[in-house]
C-alpha cells in the first residue's frame, strides 16, 4: 500500500526516496506505514471492496510500491484465487511484505519483485488490477508511469490510484498553560509543509485520461483511527519526530519549542503523557479502467 507515509514532489512509495517529503528508508519508516493502516486502515477494507465490485475475479494483481506490505496484504486476502506481484524499490520492504504474507499464511500467493518505478516498467505479467497507494506522487514523472501502468495492464483491466488527500492529524483542541490550541498548532505545521509540497498531488483524473485511461470511480474515505492511547502517541512521535528535521527554517521559535516539549521523552506536554490524541486521515481513490 503503500507504502504510507506521506510527502513529495514527486510523494510516497516507491519507498526509497530519501527527500524532503519524509520519506527515507529509515527504520521506523516501515513501522509508520504499519501503524497507519493499523489505525486508519478502514480505507483499505473500502478500497478493497470498491476493487471487488469493479474486477471481481482478477488473476494478477501487481501492488506498485507495496512498501511493508500492509496493502499487498489486504489485496490477497480480498482476492484469495489472485496471484499479488508487490514491487518496491527496496529489498528491505520487500522482506517486510514477504513476512506479513507469511504471517497471514498468503505465502504461496504473493511473489516479490524488486523494481525502481522511475526505472522502465518491469518484466513482469500482464495485470487484470494495479494498485498504486500513496506512490504514483513519488515517482519522477507520473504521467509516464501511468502509460506505463496502461501497457501493463489487460484490456478492460483496472488501476486504482490511491493518495493521502493531507497529513495525518493528532492532536486536540486542548489549550496549553501559554494559551496555544494543539489543534491550531498542527494547522500552521501542515501549512508550511504544504508550502514545500509536503504530499503534494494533483487530481490524478486528467493525467489517468491522457494515459488512456477511462475514469470509472473517484471516492473520498475519511477515517478517525480506533486505538489504544499507546498507539497513537507511538504513531504521532514517529510522524512528528519526521516533520521536525523539516521544520527549522520554516516555523517560528515558539511553535518549534512547543512541538519540542510534545517529543520530550516526559513532561507534563509530552506525547507519552497525553491522553486526548486521536489519529485523523482521509484518502481519495481513483478507478481507472483500461478500454
Avoid at 16 to 34: K, P, V, Y
Avoid at 64 to 77: I, K
Avoid at 264 to 288: F, H, I, K, M, N
Amino acid at each position: 500500500m503503500a507504502s504510507v507515509e506521506y510527502m513529495t514532489t514527486h510523494g510516497h512509495h516507491q519507498h526509497g526516496h530519501d527527500n524532503h517529503n519524509g520519506h527515507s528508508h529509515g527504520a521506523g519508516l516501515a513501522e509508520s506505514l504499519t501503524l497507519d493502516a493499523l489505525i486508519l486502515g478502514t480505507y483499505l477494507e473500502q478500497a478493497t471492496a470498491l476493487a471487488v465490485e469493479l474486477t471481481p475475479t482478477p488473476g494478477v494483481i501487481i501492488d506498485a510500491g507495496s512498501g511493508s506490505g500492509v496493502g499487498t496484504v489486504a489485496l490477497a486476502q480480498r482476492f484469495e484465487n489472485a496471484h499479488i506481484i508487490a514491487l518496491d524499490k527496496s529489498a528491505d520492504m520487500l522482506g517486510q511484505t514477504l513476512e506479513a504474507a507469511s504471517k497471514n499464511g498468503l505465502t504461496g500467493q504473493v511473489t516479490t519483485v524488486l523494481a525502481d518505478l522511475d526505472d522502465a516498467w518491469p518484466e513482469v505479467a500482464a495485470a487484470d488490477l494495479i494498485w498504486a497507494s500513496s506512490s504514483l506522487h513519488e515517482v519522477a514523472d507520473p504521467e509516464r508511469s501511468m502509460g506505463e501502468m496502461f501497457a501493463g495492464l489487460n484490456a478492460g483491466g483496472l488501476l486504482m490510484v490511491i493518495e493521502m488527500d493531507g497529513l495525518p492529524c493528532f492532536l486536540s483542541a486542548a489549550t496549553l498553560a501559554d494559551g496555544t490550541e494543539l489543534a491550531a498548532l498542527e494547522a500552521r505545521l501542515h501549512a508550511a509543509l504544504a508550502q514545500m509540497r509536503w504530499n503534494h498531488h494533483p487530481d490524478w483524473r486528467a493525467g489517468l485520461e491522457r494515459a488512456g485511461f477511462d475514469v470509472v470511480e473517484q471516492r473520498s474515505y475519511t477515517a478517525v483511527g480506533n486505538s489504544t492511547p499507546d498507539l497513537a502517541s507511538r504513531y504521532a512521535r514517529m510522524f512528528l519526530e519526521r516533520i521536525r528535521t523539516a521544520m527549522d527554517d520554516v516555523a517560528t521559535a515558539a511553535d518549534l519549542a512547543i512541538l519540542d516539549s510534545l517529543l520530550a521523552s516526559d513532561g507534563p506536554e509530552s506525547l507519552a503523557s497525553r491522553t486526548d490524541l486521536q489519529v485523523r486521515g482521509s484518502r481519495t481513490v481513483w478507478a481507472a479502467r483500461k478500454p
